[in-house]
């Protein structure tokens, strides 16, 4: 809805009021059209001030009206009649004019910011393009290169750079409303037709066509495959080289195929996905919204390696005690030095002075008495895991929640060696811990509620995405993870080089493919699971041919790496070959080409050329039929969950929504089908054999993803 009223005699104060961001429904869209057709047509009114109610003019379109049939006054002529009025039309922004808010904005002939607003056109980070006439009009305001990165990108600016910009005539520490109004009665006396946006030309620039190609080569650097940062390059091309209604035609079309792709669909997905796991349940089914989080203000962390260091960071930058616990006086010195470091980068990236003060560092377990939550960092042993524990059952208050960055041990073993299971959970953070969104919440059986609310909330205000899984080898993450990296590995013993897994990978839309990711991630993690879970060494089991372990295919060629001590990335050798250790530029090897070429002969395998089609199938296939077991198995909650998991810790591009979303778009039906055609194919892989859940969905016809759970819950009510 529109507010209308008259103030100081003879200005139109007109106030979208839509909680909470004033977004553009259809009836605000009625709102405005009705109180601006009002304004025009009285006498009495000289001057028009848009405001938006509660501090914030408005956040953009509804993006819940994407679903159905447009309704209400389309937003592109109501914008063209407010830009026409003969009276002066003044945007009094105050938090935000973001996408449509921003269009509305720049249809107004002046914009005053309040100082804290932000404004932008976050629009291609939704799959699609401003096309309320921003790519047309934003950069006959403010010039084609700043209106490029702006609109590419989607980024906010604040008020201070929107005035730099141009975007905004004026800033204000007061009410931006008042100080509009004032402003509008000034601008009575002034002409209006350069104030305009569509009636200017964009400011010429020479080598208008190197600096598209420029921009053009340096989005699909970033965004590899995302159809809706090239379309917003190809309308700010028309808003420079075209009239107009002609640019308006391009931005229309070009919205029209966007809106239609299946990128859009997938980023409108993630939007929500993301925001679901906030409103979170528990795999099992049982609800924990209503329990309150407890208040946390010191936090241990024991062991300050790798993640240790990186958590500390976490914690310390929102002003959280930190104490930090090691083994040896090096070590601890190390750690120390390593933190602050990292601490003040970080603060100086942000303009904030470090809180150096929060931290204190130990060697004792017996300083950690008074803390409120532990978190352990220490190494992947789970005998040395249970000693801590213990030992802080006997020295912390016995409130103090316990928590494990353990990637993949079972949480609920280690619950049951303290003397408060109910406060033990899993805070498995990814590396590097004060850079990647994700944390995945373990909960055990055992697990109160009161304590996942309280990681849950811990999770939130450190800025991470976290989402609520169960207690299984692997969590969500790491145990999709290996039938992923296993047909992988399958795919070179068939003829496939690491090069070729990882370019479909990469053509796919992963900033990395597995192979890559995995040098970077180091090769030696893996290597020691499988280790200690007994599946390298020669071929022991005598009851199956070679290269079978615990009675399954098993491809032991990345143990074969590591034992030539290629660890990826830091020593300089993995799957690739790199310039020197710690080098990030990967080069196909030679050694490897002819490693596999050995590898082959020596179990007889004919090579056969392998398609991209079958690589991408393969590998994501495999991994959402994992999502689907983890499903079955109450670990995740939902397949959102699951895809928020891989778009924040494993690198899943967003524009394919996540690997259960990917599933759902490329049809489950066909999922199903080359699950089955491969599973024939390769009958000694289990992880091929379609899940039960993923044969029920496609026998009750491919529900789309968001009905997936009733099936579930009918499917096992057990839980
Ligand atoms: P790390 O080897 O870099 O660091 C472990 C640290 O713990 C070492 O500095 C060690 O001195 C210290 N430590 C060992 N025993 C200790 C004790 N009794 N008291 C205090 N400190 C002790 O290991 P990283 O990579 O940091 O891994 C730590 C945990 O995080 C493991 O459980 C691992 O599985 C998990 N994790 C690791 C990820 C990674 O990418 N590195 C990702 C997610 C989880």
């Known amino acids: 809805m529109a507010r209308y009223e008259l103030v100081k005699r003879s200005v139109a104060l007109i106030t979208l009021t839509n909680p909470p961001v004033n977004a553009l429904s259809s009836v605000v869209r009625h709102g405005i059209t009705e109180t601006i057709e009002r304004a025009r047509g009285d006498p009495k009114v000289t001057a028009v001030v848009i405001c938006g109610e509660n501090g914030k003019f408005c956040g953009g379109a509804d993006i819940r009206e994407f679903a159905g049939p447009m309704r209400g006054p389309p937003l592109v002529p109501m914008l063209d009649v407010i830009e026409a009025v003969e009276k002066p039309v003044v945007a009094a922004i105050e938090g935000v ?62 008020a201070q750079e929107a005035l730099k910009l141009g975007i ?60 809706a940062p090239l379309a917003c390059i190809q309308a700010v091309r028309a808003a420079a080289t075209m009239p107009y209604s002609q640019g308006m035609k391009r931005e229309s079309e070009l919205m029209a195929t966007l809106f239609n792709s299946g990128q859009a669909r997938a980023l409108q997905y993630c939007f929500f996905a993301q925001r679901t796991t906030g409103k979170w349940t528990l795999p099992s089914g049982a609800q924990w919204n209503n329990s309150k989080p407890r208040d946390i203000r010191s936090i241990a962390v024991i062991g300050l390696g790798t993640m240790g260091r990186g958590i500390a960071v976490s914690l310390a930058r929102v002003g959280i005690s930190v104490i930090a616990v090691e083994t040896e006086k090096k070590l601890l010195e190390t750690g120390r030095q390593m933190v602050v470091g990292m601490l003040e980068r970080d603060a100086k ?26 978190i352990e960092a220490v190494f992947e042993d789970m005998k040395l895991k249970e000693s801590i524990f213990k030992e802080l059952s006997k020295v912390c208050r016995p409130g103090t929640l316990l928590c494990t960055n353990t990637s993949g041990l079972d949480v609920d073993a280690l619950a049951g060696v303290t003397d408060r299971p109910h406060l033990v959970a899993g805070m498995h953070f990814f590396s590097p811990a004060h850079v990647m969104k994700l944390l995945e919440v373990v909960c055990g059986p055992r697990s109160s509620s009161e304590t996942i609310a309280t990681v849950m909330s811990l999770g939130k205000r450190i800025g991470k995405v976290s989402v609520a899984v169960g207690n299984c080898p692997g969590f969500v993450g790491n145990r999709m993870l290996k039938p992923y ?86 020593t300089g050798r993995g799957w690739y070959m790199y310039d020197k250790p710690g080098s990030t530029d990967a080069k196909p090897d030679p050694l490897i080409q002819s490693l596999l070429e050995v590898y082959r002969s020596r179990y007889g395998i004919q090579p056969r050329n392998i398609s991209s089609q079958e690589i991408i199938e393969r590998c994501l296939f495999a991994l959402a039929n994992e999502g689907f077991r983890i499903l079955e198995d109450g ?56 899940s039960p859940l993923l044969k029920k969905l496609v026998a009750c016809g491919s529900p789309p993803i968001q009905k997936w759970g009733e099936h579930i819950k009918k499917m096992y009510s057990h839980l």
């Open 485 to 570: 990296l296993d047909q992988a590995s399958f795919l070179l013993e068939e003829g496939a080089t690491p090069e070729q897994v990882d370019k479909a990978l990469e053509e796919f839309g992963f900033a990395m493919g597995c192979f890559r990711m995995s040098d970077l991630a180091g090769l030696d993690v893996g290597w020691r699971v499988r280790k200690e879970s007994g599946l390298t060494g020669p071929d022991v089991d005598r009851n199956y041919p070679p290269r079978r372990r615990h009675g399954h295919r098993y491809c032991p060629i990345p143990d074969m790496i590591c034992e030539q001590g290629r660890m990826g990335q830091k």
């Open 168 to 227: 905004v005539d004026q800033v204000t520490e007061q009410n931006a409303c008042e100080v509009a109004v004032e402003f509008a009665l000034r601008a009575v006396a002034t002409a209006l037709s350069s104030r305009r946006l569509s009636m200017r030309t964009t400011p010429s620039l020479p080598n208008l066509d190197a600096l598209f190609e420029a921009v053009t080569m340096q989005v699909q650097k970033k965004a590899r495959g995302v159809m």
């Open 635 to 690: 670990i995740a909650a939902r397949p959102e969950d699951i895809d928020v998991i891989y778009l924040f810790g494993y690198g899943f591009p967003r524009h394919r929504g996540g690997p259960m979303f990917n599933a759902s778009m490329v049809g489950l039906q066909r999922v199903l089908e080359r699950l089955e055609h491969y599973q024939q194919t390769h009958p000694d892989v289990p992880h091929l054999e379609p």
């Open 97 to 158: 004019a973001l996408g449509g808010g921003c269009e509305l904005a720049l249809a107004c002939h002046y914009r005053i910011a309040h100082s804290k607003a932000h404004v932008g056109l976050p629009e291609v980070t939704l799959g699609l393009l401003p096309a309320a006439g921003g790519t047309q009009r934003l950069p006959r305001l403010i010039g084609i290169p700043a209106a490029l990165d702006l609109i590419t990108t989607g980024r906010h600016v604040s």
């Open 349 to 374: 990236r942000r303009g904030v002075t470090a809180s150096l003060n929060l931290l204190k560092f130990t060697l004792s377990l017996q300083d950690l008495k008074d803390v409120d939550l532990v």
